[in-house]
Nanobody, 130 residues
Framework: QIQLVESGGASVQAGGSLTLSCAVF????????MGWFRQAPGKEREGVAV???????SYADSVKGRFTISQDNVKNTLYLQMNNLKPEDTAMYYC????????????????????????WGQGTQVTVSS
């Protein structure tokens, strides 16, 4: 049983920064993939940033250069550093995980599919005001 617990969501002004954390409880194996997704009201859930145990990271075009995904294997925690936040970043942010790494041949944008992840956290709200 794997449990994911997100934290770090808050209300900030445009241009500000936040760091989201996702604590992983349970054993996910040495080969895994994890990521951050978000869902704004009335919109579909979208992939923001993903990474696997081989350190293959992918980002949505809308956050490239502003967001950084990282992991601390000692603390079993996944992070999302978000800089230069924009109002359009407002959403519920979810942490996700699954067994196995991404296929090396998989296109970077393909790794952002929510269907590749089987475990989900409850989410943490990020609100960016202009």
């Amino acid at each position: 049983q794997i449990q994911l617990v997100e934290s770090g969501g808050a209300s900030v002004q445009a241009g500000g920064s936040l760091t989201l954390s996702c604590a992983v409880f349970g054993y996910i194996s040495s080969y895994y993939r994890m990521g951050w997704f978000r869902q704004a009201p009335g919109k579909e859930r979208e992939g923001v940033a993903v990474v696997d145990s081989a350190e293959r990271a992918s980002y949505a075009d809308s956050v490239k250069g502003r967001f950084t995904i990282s992991q601390d294997n000692v603390k079993n925690t996944l992070y999302l550093q978000m800089n230069n936040l924009k109002p359009e970043d407002t959403a519920m942010y979810y942490c996700a995980a699954s067994f196995g790494t991404f296929r090396a041949s998989m296109p970077a944008q393909g790794r952002l599919s929510s269907g590749l992840f089987g475990y989900w956290g409850q989410g943490t709200q990020v609100t960016v005001s202009s």
